[in-house]
């Protein structure tokens, strides 16, 4: 197909195409005359997988290359593939971590919490990772502000959160080649955050119904 | 004890202060000359559900003080009062909702899910919701892109949300006065956001390496 069909086809504008094209995130297609190129399937899968590093993820061209580049290259391990792309991927909401003595402190507790959920803990991996930074700064933000922030208190999120991989991870494996997983991935685990949290407020005013009106159903 | 004082106490400044007395969201102190006023602890407690208000929940100003009158009013139930602050909580990654077909059938879907779990379910009051209309609206996504999203996928979400509220809960019962609850329910609800998102990445990366390096733990 031609530039304005494979727009067409994939919903991305020949604007953006062109641009992928420029920043290498898109295989040159095949050329057929001095100013036509013939595109393929192949350019169709690798659309939704820029789209989703670089719309859903908000990753960096660059970053997004380095995942690309993982994600082809048949020498590393799948996880390793699949991780490249979600290690990569940022938070939207990342806490500003500190250097300060709170800070330490939630990074000894979110230790301890890893070492009960009985996840592999590579420290060094660990403090390269966003979700771990994260992680760290918002239970030392939790306790600066006074609030209970534990490994009593983190255990039940990690324990949910592990129920939770496993799901996600089985609609992943639904997808038939590596690449195509990883860009399932990385769209599941941003496109999922909304729903959770959403779901997460409306269960607390279900709960706080149930406890606080009398129990049951509405009339 | 004197403005300044209050300051410090609460870590709030005093131009912040100043503004909270202005704006009705603190109540006046005893006043014990023309430029002097004496603040006591429960203008303490206030500035901590201001905060918590404003600061966190990120609510505008004429929310946060119709949030604090509900909390005042003993005529009100528990439910309604803690309902009023949770559900006025907007949420930062809102996607805007649309008026199209996929909409309408992410609605379906979304309400179908709460009969499943045994959710209340006013439609009048979910309408005015945030959590809904983001559910609603991130649903509709997910179907646009290709992604599946039908109440299969959204059950194991719903139920550990479920489980997590009861936790939630349990933590703000803890506190001993239904402002200090509400105070709570508000921080804590925003504050264990991140938390639970990063757990969740932390442990995709978990179950990948569990399912593509062999299972067991590092060596």
Redesign the interface.
């Known amino acids: 197909m031609r530039l304005a069909e494979l727009s067409e086809h994939s919903g991305v504008s020949t604007a953006t195409i062109k641009y992928y094209l420029r920043e290498g995130l898109l295989q040159p297609g095949r050329r057929i005359s001095a100013t036509q190129a013939e595109y393929g399937d192949e350019h169709l899968r690798r659309l939704r997988l820029v789209r989703a590093l670089i719309q859903l993820g908000k990753m960096p061209v660059a970053t997004a290359r380095e995942v690309i580049a993982a994600a082809e290259d048949d020498s590393l391990?799948?996880?390793r593939r699949?991780?490249a792309a979600?290690?990569a991927?940022s938070?939207?909401?990342?806490?500003p971590a500190d250097d300060d003595p709170a800070t330490e402190a939630a990074g000894r507790t979110v230790n301890a919490l890893?070492e009960h959920l009985?996840?592999?803990h590579?420290q060094e991996v660990a403090e390269h990772?966003?979700?771990?930074r994260?992680?760290v700064?918002?239970?030392a933000?939790?306790r600066r502000?006074g609030?209970?922030?534990g490994v009593a208190?983190?255990l039940?999120?990690?324990r949910?959160?592990?129920?939770?991989?496993?799901?996600?991870?089985d609609?992943v494996?639904?997808e038939p080649t590596p690449t195509a997983q990883i860009e399932?991935?990385v769209?599941?685990?941003v496109?999922?955050?909304?729903?959770?949290?959403?779901?997460?407020?409306?269960?607390?005013?279900?709960?706080?119904?149930r406890?606080?009106?009398g129990g049951g159903?509405?009339a």
């Not at 938070?91 to 806490?95: A, D, I, N, T």
């Not at 959160?161 to 799901?167: F, H, Q, Y």
């Not at 949290?197 to 119904?209: I, P």
Request: negative net charge; contains cysteine; proline residues 6%.
């Open positions: 391990g799948h996880h699949l991780g979600t290690q991927l938070q939207g909401r990342e806490v890893l009985g996840w592999r590579d990772s966003p979700a771990y994260t992680l700064a918002s239970v933000a939790l502000l609030y209970p922030c208190q983190l039940p999120y990690g949910l959160a592990a129920e939770l991989a496993v799901t996600d991870l609609l494996e639904e399932a991935a769209a599941l685990t496109l999922y955050e909304p729903v959770l949290l959403s779901l997460r407020r409306m269960a607390h005013s279900e709960e706080s119904a406890r606080f009106t159903k509405p």
